[in-house]
Nanobody, 124 residues
Framework: QVQLVESGGGLVQAGGSLRLSCAAS????????MGWFRQAPGKEREFVAA????????DYATSVKGRFTISRDNAENTVYLQMNNLRPEDTAVYYC?????????????????WGQGTQVTVSS
């Protein structure tokens, strides 16, 4: 079982950048594919980005493609989400998640473990 702790959220102006981190513990990090999801007030949780556990292949939601970058450092047991050119509509609680299966998943049900979330607020 893996435990996940997100950090790096905060308040930023539109056009600014933030880097979220998700530190994993309790199991071998490289065994897990990782994903980021977000949930805005009154909305369902949605997929943001994912990175696979073997090839490191990535995929992104259309709304963040070209602005966000997911990466992982297996030596540091951490997955990152670099967010550039932030928009007010990016405001949400951001969650990282881990999956044991191969490949990436766009669905919450494809993930086995979740962090507690970190708040990102983008002001206009």
């Amino acid at each position: 079982q893996v435990q996940l702790v997100e950090s790096g959220g905060g308040l930023v102006q539109a056009g600014g950048s933030l880097r979220l981190s998700c530190a994993a513990s309790g199991d071998t990090f490289s065994k897990y594919g990782m994903g980021w999801f977000r949930q805005a007030p009154g909305k369902e949780r949605e997929f943001v980005a994912a990175i696979s556990r073997v090839t490191g292949s990535t995929d992104y939601a259309t709304s963040v493609k070209g602005r966000f970058t997911i990466s992982r450092d297996n030596a540091e047991n951490t997955v990152y989400l670099q967010m550039n050119n932030l928009r007010p509509e990016d405001t949400a609680v951001y969650y990282c998640a881990a999956r044991r299966a191969l490949g990436v998943s766009y669905s919450q049900v494809g993930y086995d473990y979740w962090g507690q979330g970190t708040q990102v607020t983008v002001s206009s």
